[in-house]
């Protein structure tokens, strides 16, 4: 594995690579969710490239940006240990000019995640489409954990005619349930407890669905009535295009929630 730190050296064995290419953009801390998205893509391409950047444009001011969980050696390590081809580990200051022309995400990122984090998904659009610019990848991985952005990235590819195939990867979870991210770091030993609680009621919600209930507002409400101890942000019901839905579409639904810890927010959703 070659390990990159300047856009010039990756263009320049872009240029030589003829086969296809698997990307996987992450932000580090690598666990068995991006591991996931690295093993597909390993099955599924020739060259495989792995991406490490926090980026900056895609956090808030007072978001957790200095405190990402940064474990560089670690994430060599695991990368090596997956065959990926090249890690690419761009410097903040190459990957921004000055002056940038900015994504606008459409309107419908501003609700949900967009709601509580706005201009977030600007910047995850602005720094993928640099990636991609960069990388030239045949296929590209996203978990299907941030559906939300998994959805809007399909959406500029389209929009903007990238001959790009984005790759939805399942979720990863701890064997009890909980979702996994690298910001699980941050909870103590009774938030992971209750973190629990967002798997349960997702899999209550979706036995339902699987007993025959259709009606949304039945489903949130059972959802709100297992997390009623918890500073739940929201729970919402929406189609794959993200609009929000009164009855459960089979193989076009997907159930959210977010809740906070402290500081922490933590997502996880099903798709029925
Ligand atoms: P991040 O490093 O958090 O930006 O995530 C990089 C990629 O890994 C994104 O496409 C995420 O959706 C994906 N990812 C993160 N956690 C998981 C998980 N538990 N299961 C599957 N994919 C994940």
Redesign the pocket.
């Known amino acids: 594995m070659k390990i990159l730190k300047t856009i010039e050296e990756l263009q320049d064995i872009r240029k030589n690579i003829n086969s296809n290419v698997g990307f996987?953009?992450?932000?580090?801390a690598l666990h068995d969710?991006?591991i996931?998205?690295i093993k597909k893509a390993r099955l599924e391409n020739e060259i495989v490239i792995v991406s490490i950047f926090v980026n900056p444009t895609q956090f808030l001011p007072g978001e957790d940006l200095n405190t990402y969980p940064r474990k560089d050696e670690a994430d060599k390590k695991i990368c090596e240990l997956c065959k990926v081809d090249y890690l690419f580990m761009p410097e903040i200051s190459t990957m921004y000019s000055e002056e940038e022309i900015l994504i606008k995400a459409p309107n419908k990122s501003y609700i949900l995640e967009g709601l509580a984090r706005p201009g977030h998904f600007d910047g995850v659009l602005q720094v993928v489409l640099k990636l991609f610019g960069i990388v030239q990848p045949t296929n590209a991985y996203?978990?299907?954990?941030?559906a939300q952005?998994?959805s809007l990235i399909t959406q500029m590819v389209k929009n903007l005619f990238l001959p790009i195939n984005i790759i939805p990867?399942?979720?990863?979870?701890e064997n009890d349930g909980l979702?996994?991210?690298?910001r699980n770091v941050y909870l103590s030993n009774e938030q992971r407890a209750d973190a629990l609680l967002l798997s349960k009621s997702l899999y209550l919600a979706a036995s339902l669905v699987a007993k025959n209930e259709r009606d949304t507002s039945i489903l949130t409400n059972k959802i709100s009535e297992i997390m009623k101890n918890l500073d739940v942000e929201y729970i919402a019901i929406v189609d794959r295009e993200f609009n929000e839905i009164k009855t459960i579409e089979l193989n076009n639904t997907i159930i959210l929630i977010v809740v906070r810890f402290g500081q922490t927010r933590l997502l996880d959703n099903i798709w029925i």
């Open positions: 996987i953009p992450t932000m580090g969710g991006h996931s998205l996203f978990g299907k954990k941030d952005q998994l990867c399942e979720i990863v979870r979702a996994m991210s690298s």
